[in-house]
């Protein structure tokens, strides 16, 4: 078992460190915050994680007996346990039993929450969720208050909140009729101007929404990318084909969201009963493979979201006392009605079929060179909860196909890549951002083992899962 977790004193050496992290400096734990530092288990120079089986997040197989060396929050060595030389003075946790991954890096991540009744910013919980659960970098995919989590990046840079790295996303931008949280735009110099204004306040990405025109996605796009920024899109009025061919960078949910093969689609409109013209889409077939070709040859990634669609799928997800513990007792009995009505009418669902199919597309669009990533979406009737849904995601990758290293790989590096600082995280390598997962039990052997997350390791700082999932019983989806 782990030995000497509490926080050490840090030399003045590391104090002086230049930037860890790929958008900010690095703090160790005595500059933090009291909020931050109480989650806080090891801040020791030098720290070595011995006996551990290693997933790499590569697609290499499991390693087991490794050894993990972290000095001054960079990996400094990882490799048979036998060959790595401990450091004098290093603290040493001895983890036989434990499995060590990369960081996840969460690309559908919203701060906000929402059930059929209730739409909530959690400034306070959503971080500490995603940070407990292993999730160390989210992309936020949309925001309901953008300026609300540009103040929730800075608090987590600056040491005065715990939480996971954030590359923020703008407001959802689509068309007319768009109400709420939404941004409505008309026209490719009202998209231009948008895009501008969120820029310059500290979004990185932008997403587009169901209603967009052609135009004004464009539009929006050219400018995301004059400023040298990306564009990601949950579509509808565009297709997947037309939104490559306007030079998108991402695209979100697979093929819940691709209205490439509806038989009714107009131009610039999303077409009614899109999820279950679904239902006759040949995976298989010439139309979905072009769709693929097209974003495979233009180096358009997408989203994995399974979590969130599969609230709609009678009888799940598994019921979890964590997920009941969490939640606040009204976003709790929210959530159950919804979940109830829709166990009823089970016999008319479409969703188990569709699902498969989403699946499936998935594990197509992968075996033809695509690049997938994923994400929980901490949306709709409000059962994937932040992190507890990036971990379920592991679960859905394999039930779609994927061995257990492949999803994750999805679920870490391959979103390093989508972010673009891959060569700083992503992947148990020597020389990256200690971002590192400690699990209790084997993930690719038994898969909900990935929910026993013990420590979070961010910059190479120490963090309690259990302590930081703690300090939001019962007011998940008020705070």
């Known amino acids: 078992m782990t030995r000497s977790l509490s926080i050490s004193l840090v030399a003045v050496a590391a104090l002086l460190l230049g930037p860890l992290a790929p958008d900010a400096e690095a703090q160790r734990a005595d500059e933090m915050s009291n909020q931050v530092r109480e989650h806080v288990t090891t801040d020791a120079p030098v720290i070595a994680l011995t006996g551990v089986t290693v997933v790499d997040g590569t697609g290499a197989a499991p390693a087991a007996g490794q050894t993990v ?217 010439p139309e979905v493979e072009r769709t693929i070709r097209t974003m495979v040859d233009n180096d358009v990634a997408m989203t994995s979201t399974l979590p969130v669609y599969e609230l709609s799928y009678p009888g799940r997800p598994p019921m979890e006392e964590r997920f009941r513990t969490a939640l606040a007792p009204e976003a709790f009995e929210e959530y159950m009605a919804t979940r109830e009505a829709i166990e009823r009418g089970a016999d008319q669902s479409t969703m188990p079929e569709v699902f498969r199919k989403a699946q499936a597309f998935e594990v197509a669009f992968v075996q033809a060179g695509g690049l997938l990533g994923a994400g929980v979406d901490p949306t709709g009737n409000g059962g994937a909860l932040p992190g507890f849904g990036d971990q379920r995601n592991h679960e859905l990758l394999i039930e779609a196909g994927f061995s257990p290293v492949e999803s994750i790989q999805i679920l870490t590096l391959n979103g390093a890549r989508i972010l673009g600082n891959d060569d700083e995280l992503g992947s148990v390598e020597e020389g990256k951002v200690a971002d590192l997962v400690v699990i209790a039990g084997d993930p690719v052997e038994r898969p909900e ?31």
């Open 69 to 285: 060396v972290i000095r001054d929050g960079r990996i400094a060595a990882v490799g048979p346990t036998a060959q790595v030389e401990v450091p004098a003075g290093a603290e040493v946790h001895e983890l036989e039993g434990h499995t060590v991954i990369p960081g996840l890096v969460g690309l559908h991540n919203h701060t906000f929450y929402t059930t059929r009744g209730r739409s909530v910013q959690l400034d306070f919980s959503s971080p500490r969720l995603y940070l407990g659960s292993g999730v160390t970098t989210i992309r936020t995919t949309g925001a309901a208050s953008p300026y609300s989590e540009i103040n929730m990046k800075r608090s987590i840079d600056g040491g005065s909140a715990p939480g996971p790295r954030m590359h923020i996303t703008g407001p959802y931008i689509t068309g007319s009729g768009a109400g709420g949280h939404m941004l409505a735009v008309e026209s490719a110099e009202e998209a231009r101007r948008v895009v501008g204004y969120w820029a310059d306040e500290g979004a990185t990405w932008f997403k587009a929404y169901t209603r967009i025109s052609r135009e004004a996605l464009g539009a929006a796009i050219q400018e995301a990318h004059s400023r040298g920024l990306k564009f990601t899109g949950h579509l509808c009025s565009v297709s997947f084909v037309e939104a490559v061919e306007l030079g998108i960078d991402n695209l979100e949910h697979g093929l819940f969201t691709n209205s490439d093969y509806h038989p009714d689609k107009e131009p610039d409109q999303c077409p009614s009963g899109l999820r279950s013209s679904l239902l006759d889409v040949d995976i298989d077939g």
């Open 449 to 479: 083992e990935i929910r026993n997350v013990v420590t979070v390791f961010k910059d190479g700082i120490g963090y309690d899962a259990a302590g930081l999932i703690d300090s939001v019983a019962g007011v998940v989806g008020v705070r």
